[in-house]
């Protein structure tokens, strides 16, 4: 079965610095798509960065960028000059490719605060 | 930006009541999910709906829950008898796809509280 660990229940970073969030997953699957959501206080879960299993380059958005290690199945995001309001909780989550299969396995989660 | 919008933000019941959380999802999106966080627990999938049915279901849908499209823009999650366990935060989403390439956009989420 497919299970996603995130290790890091906290974090912290100074405003403007950088920091990583650990993630690692299972899976015997070879055709997958892995994400990172942000959940603020508002609640609603947003998609922050998305990457193919098939793909060897690692995905960046702005900020967000992965380092995506197949072999190793980690899947750790870094956010780069942290801003205010970055703070929030960071859900690493699974995918797999079966169909219309959309049954996302989620981590548990990693709440970042970020210090002014 | 269209937005998934769920109603309401906070239900309390109690045992044994049924529940019906609502859920409006984006307007051209054509898959709808619910899935569940349970205070301190994983974020955990409990059912995607496609053309007007269930395309797939987890263990923990069982029968005292039901989902419905009553008209093109509600998506609702019925739970016909609540239970302490069923106490969480319920989210729903949906995309344009049904594939991983395309992106699942959620709601604020419903927190239930059963007494």
């Known amino acids: 079965a497919q299970t996603v660990t995130q290790s890091q229940p906290e974090m912290s970073v100074q405003e403007a610095e950088t920091v990583t969030l650990s993630c690692t997953y299972d899976?015997?699957?070879?055709?997958?798509?892995l994400f990172w959501y942000k959940q603020p206080p508002s609640r609603q879960m947003i998609l922050v960065i998305r990457?193919?299993?098939?793909k060897q380059q690692n995905a960046t958005e702005n900020r967000f960028s992965v380092n995506f290690q197949k072999a190793a199945k980690s899947f750790s995001l870094k956010i780069s000059d942290s801003q205010l309001g970055d703070a929030a909780m960071y859900f690493c989550?699974?995918?797999?490719?079966?169909?219309?299969?959309?049954?996302?396995?989620w981590g548990l989660g990693t709440s970042l605060a970020v210090n002014p | 930006e269209p937005e998934v919008t769920q109603t309401p933000s906070h239900q309390v019941t109690q045992m044994g009541q049924e529940v019906i959380l609502r859920c409006v999802p984006i307007s051209n999106h054509l898959y709808f999910y619910w899935y569940r966080q349970i205070l301190g627990q994983k974020v955990e999938f409990l059912v995607s709906f496609y053309n007007n049915e269930i395309s797939e279901k987890s263990e923990i849908f069982d029968d005292q829950f039901s989902v419905e499209r009553p008209d093109g823009s509600n998506f609702t999650l019925k739970i016909r008898s609540t239970k302490l366990e069923d106490s969480a935060m319920y989210f729903c989403?949906?995309?344009?796809?049904?594939?991983?390439?395309?992106?699942?956009?959620f709601g604020n989420g419903t927190r239930l509280t059963v007494t």
């Open positions: 899976t015997s699957e070879s055709d997958y798509y």
């Open positions: 990457q193919e299993a098939y």
């Open positions: 989403a949906s995309s344009l796809g049904g594939g991983n390439n395309s992106p699942l956009h």
């Open positions: 989550a699974y995918g797999y490719n079966a169909g219309n299969n959309r049954k996302l396995i």
